[in-house]
């Protein structure tokens, strides 16, 4: 079957019979591939939502004997870029003989170690907890997945009659149950009521589809998607105003980011009371038709209903009590307006566990919202990274879209909030996120640095980024900087880093800058004053255009950014770091250097002075004193290096070996060196010091502080 003969108007549809048949015969290999294909269109599952399956003969390694496999997606991952690796195989006769020994729903978590005597590859992935979901239904192919039409319709108050009828008893229908051992024998269950039906929806959670081969799973499951889809588009047509229509008019786009960059700090602020949070923003379309309408005040409270969404997005969003236009530029007093909505969320979230906790619930989690909603500008979200600050947003877009369509057809219902806690403080998801990894050393931060499209600047942000900070990259060169955006993104992925065109002598460049970090991450954290140039000439050459430059880059330049991101890291009130990279000459007297010498000691007495004056808002300010930092810097660049040459009376090619064997160490000094005294301020062990000066210069007496 071709490609063109499969049209569909809300999914996509992306089988290619030749890349199929280069797989036939390989089943395993046929469920990777339509795991993928599926995980590529968000409308028919969220990012790590839903699992698949397909059952196989293989040869026992034991026996050497024939028998059947299941091979589902494990624990974690996501469809659209799983690999075989992903996947989790098993003996469908040892799940299946699990029911022998099950003891009932009070007794659930405990057949999920069990899962592990059923395990036929010991090297694949650990099972998840949908693992008897597949196990227990009879077919080849399987395919669960959290697509928004559906769950629409699943989270209807009249749900199962409109899938009744829309269907035509061909799709069944199981009410909500917590995923386990339990909600797999009830999906078996309802297909022996119910034979020859082609899948069953979930309530309140989701679709489970099949087939006999991975191609008739994969149509089976876009063509009832599809249906869904249509029947949801038909009768929102019919309405005459989403969401109740709408309560206010969104700002212009330019005034919304406006608004969004100078507040995001602030609420990152009170989202970091406990741990420190990156933030996220979005003004989509489908968010601004939601938390304009009537119906915000309404659905907002009631959360979301899929267990994804729910787990991403938490219990529910919290409503800010600002105006669209309203005047931000009084920090004092927008705190004050909305400190007691964060009061009234962390109480009312404490009273929820307190409420729902069982005696053996993990301990409260952090009590701030994920999710907040400023009507007439878009939505923010916080959590403990970028990633995870822009899934829970697509997840709560997902929610949206579920209430959306819902209302249209029915009427929204969400998760009672005692199956909602269930769901967040269950013992399996506490015990994953006890296996997660632990936050490197700079999770949680932001960092700028200045002129980091390469050399130093560079080398400090990519250290940054390897330690977990989330860093914006900016350089007066724009094709530089492009070219270490791409690098950034290969190394570290797209929710790390973020760029802008930065020239220290503009301070629009400057604010645009800390824009574009508090759209992007919610603010900042470290700011690194790296963007430097050298002029070296005796005093008879020096001109006054190069006195004004040095000045202007050096000196100037480090204020304004200082001063601009003070205001930043005030709004949030979490602290900060500003570290400003000086240099040796900031401390030794040397032949023809009296304009960057002195410009570099104005630099170094201009931290003492910030660092004497931040201290009270927990900012420290520190600086690095590197010299000769030789590669990769475009310090040696516009004469520089020729200049100090000519100075010492050896060629530029004598340089490296010169600077070091004038230092006490006799070594070169390379730009990670920078950057790691620069981390050795900001990774943790520093905290508590501030107005220190730090040389990175192999040991050159002269230089010595004291």
């Not at 196990?135 to 669960?144: A, V």
């Not at 230092?663 to 060196?673: S, Y």
């Not at 990175?696 to 010595?704: C, H, K, P, W």
Request: include cysteine.
């Amino acid at each position: 079957m071709s490609v063109a003969t499969k049209n569909f108007k809300h999914v996509s549809y992306l089988w290619d019979d030749a890349k199929a048949a280069e797989l036939a015969g390989d089943e395993v290999a046929l469920l990777v591939y339509r795991s993928n294909l599926l995980g590529a269109d968000l409308r028919l599952t969220n990012y790590g939502g839903g699992n698949t399956s397909c059952k196989a003969m293989a040869k026992d390694p034991l026996t050497g004997k024939e028998t059947e496999v299941m091979w589902v997606k494990g624990s974690g991952g996501d469809l659209g870029t799983m690999k075989r690796s992903g996947l989790a195989a098993l003996y469908v006769d040892r799940l299946r003989s699990l029911k022998n020994i099950y003891r009932g729903i009070e007794h659930e978590d405990e057949m999920v170690e069990l899962f592990n005597h059923c395990i036929y590859d010991l090297a694949s992935k650990a099972p998840s907890i949908d693992t008897p979901l597949h196990g227990f239904l009879p077919f080849k192919h399987i395919d669960h997945l959290h697509p928004d039409a559906a769950i629409a319709i699943a989270a209807a108050k009249d749900g199962e009659k409109i899938t009744k009828e829309l269907f035509n008893g061909t799709i069944g229908w199981v009410k909500w149950q917590k995923p386990g051992f339990d909600l797999g024998l009830q999906l078996k269950q309802c297909l022996d009521e119910n034979p020859g039906i082609r899948g069953i929806m979930l309530g309140s959670h989701g679709l489970f589809t099949w087939g006999d081969t991975a191609y008739e799973s994969y149509i089976n499951t876009l063509e009832v998607i599809e249906r869904c889809a249509e029947y949801l588009q038909d009768n929102i047509s019919k309405q005459t105003a989403i969401f109740g229509g709408a309560k206010i008019e969104s700002l212009p786009e330019a005034d919304r980011k406006k608004q969004a960059a100078a507040l995001a700090p602030v609420l990152r602020g009170f989202c970091s009371s406990q741990n420190r949070m990156i933030g996220h923003f979005t003004d989509d379309a489908r968010v601004l038709e939601y938390i304009n309408s009537n119906d915000l005040d309404r659905l907002a409270p009631l959360g979301t209903s899929c267990p994804d969404h729910f787990l991403r997005t938490k219990i529910s969003p919290l409503v800010l009590n600002l105006t669209a236009g309203e005047d931000l530029s009084d920090t004092k007093a927008i705190k004050e307006k909305i400190a007691p909505l964060f009061e009234a969320y962390r109480a009312m979230y404490t009273e929820y566990y307190n409420t729902c906790k069982h005696p053996n619930s993990p301990a409260i989690r952090d009590t701030n919202p994920v999710v907040i909603i400023y009507p007439g500008v878009g939505m923010f979200t916080f959590a403990k990274d970028k990633q995870t600050a822009r899934v829970a947003a697509e997840f709560y877009i997902n929610a949206i879209n579920v209430m959306k369509g819902a209302e249209a057809i029915s009427e929204y219902t969400s998760l009672p909030r005692q199956e909602a806690f269930n769901i967040e403080y269950w013992l399996l998801e506490e015990a994953k996120l006890q296996r997660m990894p632990k936050p490197k050393a700079l999770s949680g931060k932001v960092a700028l640095i200045t002129g980091s499209g390469g050399g130093i600047g560079k080398a400090i942000a990519k250290k940054f980024a390897e330690e977990g900070a989330c860093v914006i990259l900016n350089d007066m060169n724009a094709e530089r900087l492009a070219e270490a955006k791409d690098e950034f993104v290969k190394l570290f992925g797209k929710d790390v880093v973020a760029a802008d065109i930065l020239d220290v002598t503009k301070e629009d460049t400057v604010l645009d800058t800390l824009t574009t970090s508090a759209l992007a991450f919610g603010g900042v954290d470290i700011v690194v004053n790296n963007a430097g140039l050298s002029i070296s000439k005796s005093i008879e050459d020096h001109t006054e255009k190069d006195w004004d430059i040095l000045y202007d880059v050096l000196v100037k330049g480090q204020f304004v950014v200082t001063q601009k991101a003070v205001e930043v890291m005030r709004k949030q009130g979490i602290g900060g770091d500003v570290l400003n990279i000086v240099s040796k000459n900031a401390l030794v007297s040397g032949p023809n250097n009296a304009g960057y010498g002195s410009a570099k000691a104005a630099q170094l007495h201009l931290s003492r002075l910030n660092a004497a004056e931040l201290g009270k808002d927990k900012i420290r300010v520190n600086v690095v004193n590197p010299d000769a930092v030789i590669a990769g810097s475009n310090i040696w660049s516009g004469g520089w290096a020729a200049g100090r040459a000519k100075a010492y009376g050896i060629t530029i090619e004598e340089l490296p070996a010169y600077y070091a064997g004038r230092t006490l160490l006799n070594e070169i000094i390379l730009p990670d060196d920078i950057a790691n005294a620069c981390y050795a301020f900001v990774g943790g062990l520093l905290n508590k010091s501030t107005g220190n000066v730090l040389n990175v210069d192999g040991g050159v007496a002269n230089a010595f502080v004291r």
